[in-house]
């Protein structure tokens, strides 16, 4: 299946849920919401867990997604909706309900580690008050300061599998093209020591990490990176 298309789906996923936790009138304004972003699989995997689960019960749109601190493809992200906020830690792959916003109870250890703070005291200062969050990818109209597909920064690596990450033989689509068979002088990849082996070799080459030029296919065209941008 192409990315647009399992991208749609999760949208038309995520709107199926949302249908079902709010009320008619606030399904107006919630969709307005996943519309805005539909080209960012971690924020649609973050809705459809928020709808899936409805924290509390209550059957409120979520109404503003910002971004507290980010690490490798890992968030913190804030879901408001019009009379709370919640705290939830995402990555494209899993997402996970902290509790209420400022008002969660003592987070483990190492998630707070996993981003740079010593503890809940040092987190809880560096949380803005809801009013001056910022809204969750307000640029996301211009180019994209965090890689659409796996959710890293600006200069970080990919996650390993991510579709936008450049390979550094080929300059092409570094999870399509054969080069990670040519280098490990295999037919296929099946075992997962094959996998770490192959990432051994990846960084030794030099990985490409995460430029918004990089994006210029995504979500759409199935023509890849290599089609108009050479990246090296
Ligand atoms: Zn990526
Ligand atoms: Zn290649």
Redesign the pocket.
Known sequence: MSESKQLQQLVDEVKTYMKYAVSDDQIEPAAAVIHKYRNSPQVLYLLREYYLALPDAREEPALQIAQLVHHQGVSLFVVSTPSISYLYVSSVHQVVWLGEYKDTEELDPEVLSYFGFDNQEEFLKSCPPVSDLEEYGSNLNGEPSVCPACGVSEGEYHLLGCAVEV?P??E?Q?SK?N?RFEQLEIDVIEKEEELEDFLVLLTAKGRIPFKPQQVPFYPGTSDGLDRDEKTG
């Open positions: 390979c033989w080929c092409g570094l093209c080069c």
